[in-house]
């Protein structure tokens, strides 16, 4: 079967993400006309007046963060797919994750913030704080891993040594949470914490979200011909003149970057920086990383602002964990691109 000509095949992209964030808009407990929602976005009144006032404070932030989100966790685990050589790789696999975890129950958990913590702008530390403390724990094991990663020559051993921490810094986690089961409020705060949600961030909450995300992209997009090599082999790209170790650095600072910010603000998502670059792959074929980049980037913003589309079951004020829908819903299909991709012969590392 022919392939779908890279301009069309961007093109296609870029339309569904538009289509998804629009129906992100205008889709919840109250539904709105898209045509409300379009005055709503460019600041005009709408009718009734109130849904102005959802879409521009509370629906529109939640797409936006979502669209970021995927791109980043997608572009983060194509980076630690092709700095590993390995497909199951994925932005949280040197312990980024954990760190973030482990700061949230320090301050949820330790602190006694308990459930206020998560709620918003009220209580001691609010939502601030917790986004706060996620990234200094996520940035803390990050340097941690830099730290060993600048001494070890082989990217294997690093992966295994950024396990290990995670691990590590997980039971901690867990050391935390088994102690503050009496603090229901605290335990049922870091728990709903990480189901993950793209709901609740505020546009100044984004005036920090946006520019780093987009900052990290644009780094990861400068180290495109690094990452080509680097799935030659580290020794072919040293002989090609890449200095190994400190591209293997800046790789995973950027692919720490762009996790540990989403998951400050948005808690642990799972599946996306796994998925994204497959389905990424198994549309773009050829084209080296120059391409790939971009397009992971759409596909995960894709994938996230469909994942936030289903957890808020559109038509009824419930909604579901969101690392649910990503991975009942999202690991079928990337089963069946791998297994489509082995029986056609092409690679999925």
């Given amino acids: 079967m022919r392939s779908i000509p890279r301009t069309v095949m961007f093109a296609l992209l870029s339309v569904a993400v538009v289509g998804l964030a629009l129906w992100t808009v205008a889709l919840g407990s109250v539904r709105i006309p898209l045509d409300e929602v379009v005055q709503g976005v460019l600041g ?3 009718e009734p007046s109130s849904w102005g006032t959802i879409v521009r404070q509370v629906r529109l932030p939640r797409a936006l963060t979502a669209l970021l989100a995927g791109s980043a966790l997608g572009v ?6 092709t700095l590993f050589r390995n497909p199951l790789a994925d932005p949280f696999i ?18 006694g913030a308990g459930g206020a913590a998560l709620g918003g702008s009220s209580g001691t530390f609010g939502a601030l704080g917790v986004t706060a403390a996620a990234a200094m724990g996520a940035g803390a094991v990050t340097l941690l891993v830099l730290a060993v990663s600048r001494r070890v020559a082989n990217a294997a051993t690093v992966l295994i040594i950024g396990l290990m921490i995670g691990y590590a810094t997980q039971a901690v986690v867990t050391v935390l949470v088994s102690a503050g089961l009496q ?15 793209f709901a609740g961030t505020t546009w100044s909450e984004l005036q920090v979200f946006v520019p780093v995300v987009i900052a990290a992209l644009l780094a990861a997009g400068l180290m495109v011909k690094s990452l080509d090599a680097l799935l030659l082999g580290d020794r072919y790209a040293a002989s090609m003149g890449l200095r190994v170790r400190r591209v293997r650095v800046g790789i995973i600072s950027t692919a720490a970057l762009l996790a540990g910010v989403v998951t400050a603000f948005c808690g642990p998502i799972a599946f996306i920086g796994i998925a994204a670059p497959h389905v990424a792959r198994g549309l773009v074929r050829h084209g080296g990383h120059r391409v790939l980049v971009p397009a992971t980037a759409l596909v995960g913003a894709a994938i996230a602002l469909a994942a936030g589309l289903i957890a808020q079951l559109p038509g009824v004020d419930a909604s579901l964990p969101l690392n649910a829908v990503t991975s009942l819903f999202g690991a079928p299909v990337v089963v069946a691109i791998l297994l489509r991709m082995r029986r056609s012969g092409e690679a999925v590392a």
């Fill in 44 to 46: 005009n009144p709408t």
């Fill in 76 to 81: 983060g685990g194509l980076q630690m797919q």
């Fill in 94 to 111: 040197l312990g980024t994750s954990a760190g973030a975890s482990l700061g949230v129950a320090l301050v949820v958990l330790a602190s």
């Fill in 183 to 197: 603090r229901f409020d605290g335990v049922r705060a870091y728990i709903a914490w990480g189901f993950g949600s």
